[in-house]
């Protein structure tokens, strides 16, 4: 009788449970809105406390930390805002938008005014350009305003 234990069965299970991790975490899609963020070449990856999402049909979605986006009428944008601004950390103090290439332009800069106009720290979140693809490999990095 040998009074050792043999680990060599236990690093078959660790394995196994790790190939088993590896495989299924491919299967998980996150839940999030379909936006073709535009180009850019100058940006920062800046992990934003909100977000504000404008889909192509010119919709708006709001999120603050980690939650699902929902959906926020116009009118209510702003106090969702100015509430999200107060109980965000400093260093997470701004409004990220993500906004789709199909957006009119207009309506992206509505959002914006709203921010500045109530001096609210706004960023607009764009994909990196085929260039520097490769520098940015994040697809949700943001271009300061």
Same mark, same amino acid.
């Given at each position: 009788?040998?009074?050792?234990?043999?680990?060599?069965?236990?690093?078959?299970?660790?394995?196994?449970?790790?190939?088993?991790?590896?495989?299924?975490?491919?299967?998980?899609?996150?839940?999030?809105?379909?936006?073709?963020?535009?180009?850019?070449?100058v940006?920062?990856?800046?992990?934003?406390?909100t977000r504000?999402?404008?889909?192509?049909d /010119?919709?708006?979605? &709001?999120?603050?930390? !980690? *939650? #699902?986006?929902?959906?926020?009428?116009?009118?209510?944008? %702003?106090?969702?805002?100015?509430?999200?601004a107060?109980?965000?950390?400093?260093? /997470?103090?701004?409004? &990220?938008?993500?906004a !789709? *290439? #199909?957006?009119?332009?207009?309506?992206?800069?509505?959002? %914006?005014?709203?921010?500045?106009?109530?001096?609210l720290?706004?960023?607009?979140?764009?994909?990196?350009?085929?260039?520097?693809?490769?520098?940015?490999?994040d697809?949700?990095?943001?271009?300061?305003?």
């Amino acid at each position: 009788m040998m009074a050792m234990f043999s680990m060599a069965s236990m690093t078959d299970v660790i394995f196994l449970l790790l190939i088993f991790f590896m495989i299924t975490s491919t299967f998980v899609f996150p839940t999030a809105l379909e936006v073709n963020l535009p180009q850019s070449t100058v940006q920062t990856s800046l992990k934003p406390g909100t977000r504000v999402y404008i889909d192509k049909d /010119e919709k708006l979605y &709001a999120s603050f930390g !980690d *939650e #699902e986006p929902q959906p926020i009428e116009g009118d209510a944008l %702003l106090p969702f805002l100015q509430l999200a601004a107060q109980n965000a950390p400093a260093d /997470e103090a701004f409004i &990220a938008i993500y906004a !789709d *290439e #199909e957006v009119p332009y207009g309506k992206i800069v509505e959002v %914006l005014d709203l921010g500045a106009r109530n001096n609210l720290r706004m960023v607009l979140a764009t994909r990196p350009s085929n260039a520097r693809k490769s520098a940015y490999a994040d697809p949700a990095t943001t271009s300061r305003l």
